[in-house]
T-cell receptor
Framework: GESVGLHLPTLSVQEGDNSIINCAYS??????FIWYKQESGKGPQFIID?????DKRQGQRVTVLLNKTVKHLSLQIAATQPGDSAVYFCAEGGGSYIPTFGRGTSLIVHP | DTAVSQTPKYLVTQMGNDKSIKCEQNLGHDTMYWYKQDSKKFLKIMFS???????INETVPNRFSPKSPDKAHLNLHINSLELGDSAVYFCASTQGGGRVNTIYFGEGSWLTVV
């Protein structure tokens, strides 16, 4: 089946630095992508999404970049704060009811 | 008000037992899911219900059975529990219609089989 994977299981950054979390997908039909943040002891929560007719979308301190050519998307977090420490997931959709997640990247922010 | 609520939050049980985890959503969504998250944070879908009908069923043992009395509830029944069933189980919901929209997750149910 199709899969969504993340390049790095753990990312450590210093407070104030920018963070980049990467995600590769394999389903060329995917046209909707979502990033989720999972804090310790909680369920994943929506951060930002992007549709395949866009290559960039910005939110508050977060930016998602989509490169359909290489089937890659990234989540950039500006001025990373300790509260950003969490596991981040990307999920893809392709016209089905099957929301596919990857393993997750653990972001650790050092004060 | 909690959008997606699941109970119990923690469950410790012995091998061979049968247990259930309940889930309710008050968002008016028509699609609900159960996910399993292992110790390495891998989040894998188990079941999806749309308008009270099972529409996907991944390679999950038939010891696991979803039950949906109405579109606001999707309970997970597990028979003959095994050690490998220990994980965090997340209920989630979304508004379907053939597209993946924002999925709202519950807080998770930590299942430990001893």
């Amino acid at each position: 089946g199709e899969s969504v994977g993340l390049h790095l299981p753990t990312l450590s950054v210093q407070e104030g630095d920018n963070s980049i979390i990467n995600c590769a997908y394999s389903n060329s039909a995917s046209d909707y992508f979502i990033w989720y943040k999972q804090e310790s002891g909680k369920g994943p929560q929506f951060i930002i999404d992007i549709r395949s007719n866009m290559d960039k979308r910005q939110g508050q301190r977060v930016t998602v970049l989509l490169n359909k050519t290489v089937k890659h998307l990234s989540l950039q977090i500006a001025a990373t704060q300790p509260g950003d420490s969490a596991v981040y997931f990307c999920a893809e959709g392709g016209g089905s009811y099957i929301p596919t997640f990857g393993r997750g990247t653990s972001l650790i922010v050092h004060p | 008000d909690t959008a997606v609520s699941q109970t119990p939050k923690y469950l410790v049980t012995q091998m061979g037992n049968d247990k259930s985890i309940k889930c309710e959503q008050n968002l008016g969504h028509d699609t609900m899911y159960w996910y399993k998250q292992d110790s390495k944070k891998f989040l894998k879908i188990m079941f999806s219900y749309n308008n009270k009908e099972l529409i996907i069923n991944e390679t999950v043992p038939n010891r696991f059975s979803p039950k949906s009395p109405d579109k606001a509830h999707l309970n997970l029944h597990i028979n003959s529990l095994e050690l490998g069933d220990s994980a965090v189980y997340f209920c989630a919901s979304t508004q379907g219609g053939g597209r993946v929209n924002t999925i709202y997750f519950g807080e998770g149910s930590w299942l430990t089989v001893v």
